[in-house]
């Protein structure tokens, strides 16, 4: 092997260990206490802002907790709703100082934040017996959307009530109701029917070719995308891309399916930076990021059950973060559990870039030696200094 050659192959090696290593994304549980409640817990909403977190439930239960400490059960506030029935589903309205709840035999009530009182809505009475199951307010923060487990839709606004949409769904299978997060357009989940959009003069459009999968959610994260993601059976997902002026001529692009999920997709959660965090049975969450088209493994069934068998064997209420990674997700059962991301692969890549750098050190040392040894021009210069400066010296 020739001098040349052997230098060649040591640079190389050099280049290789500086390459570096992409590492998967991890998250570190920890046991955030139960919050107790008389059943199961059935709906949940996070505050614009993330400072607080509205909870609701079985048996007319309804409950806040801190959304930046949610494991402080001191700043926790019991909410009196002074019913029985089921509250299935809450939602915010866009300024954060009050919610909508709705549930079973047409509870419609509205909550005011800065008192914490529960009370009737407007026009509440006009939907006794209707088993109300999602309410979703637009961001024009004009007015919210209620949908029913018979298929009835309602616009709602505080000065006039719910109003029943003239051309309704017509369908049972309702599963899910979203809003886009800057446009007044609203996408309508059903299980059975397909997709359908609900435009800003509350008109309702089906979106064809879209009934031939089983849906189970939908989200709209990302506000400075017109496109909204439905997930379904199998894996399934599909693009929703929003007409923000014509909610009607809206499309979708083609059914894919996430090769890497063998768990089923039950819902989905608004995360950070635009992000959502999809929902699996067996207990997991997958990061969907709509800006790059990419979905990935958040937390793993194998990661839960490792953590806590209980908590592994129930069903995820919802998740939310502060930041990429950082953040609580809540079961229906009310085991609370933080995420944060796992610190230790850096300390790791720390030592192994110090060691790299030893390393690399004397390789380049071995270099500079073998060039030295080989070459008569240096060592003869090396000489006439070493002479020259021992000549001062004397």
Known sequence: MTMRRFIALVLAALCALAAPVAAAPAVVLSDGGVIQAPGALLGMDVRPGGEAVLLVGEDGWAHRIDGLQPDRRDLDVELGTGRSVDINAVDWHPGGATALLVGDTGLLMRYVGDTHAVTNANGSNLLTGRNL??????????????ASEDGGLWRFAEGTGPVMLENGLETEDIVDLECHRSANVCVVTTSQDGLAVIGRSHDVTWLTGTSTTTWSTVTCADPTLNECTAFGLGGSTMTIMVDTETASRSSTGPIR???????????ASVAAAGTSLIHLSPLGLIRHDPVNDQAYEHLGADQALAFDTLVAGRSLLGAWESDIGTGWFLTNDGDLVGMAPDR???????????????VAVALIGTIIGLIFMNSPKLQAAYIRRRNARRSRQR
């Open 133 to 146: 199951i999602d309410v979703a307010w637009r961001p024009g923060a004009d007015v919210a959307y209620i």
């Open 257 to 267: 399916n996430l090769q890497s999920v063998d768990s089923e997709m039950t819902g």
């Open 344 to 358: 230790s692969d850096q300390q790791s890549t720390v030592l192994e870039t110090v060691a790299g750098i030893a």
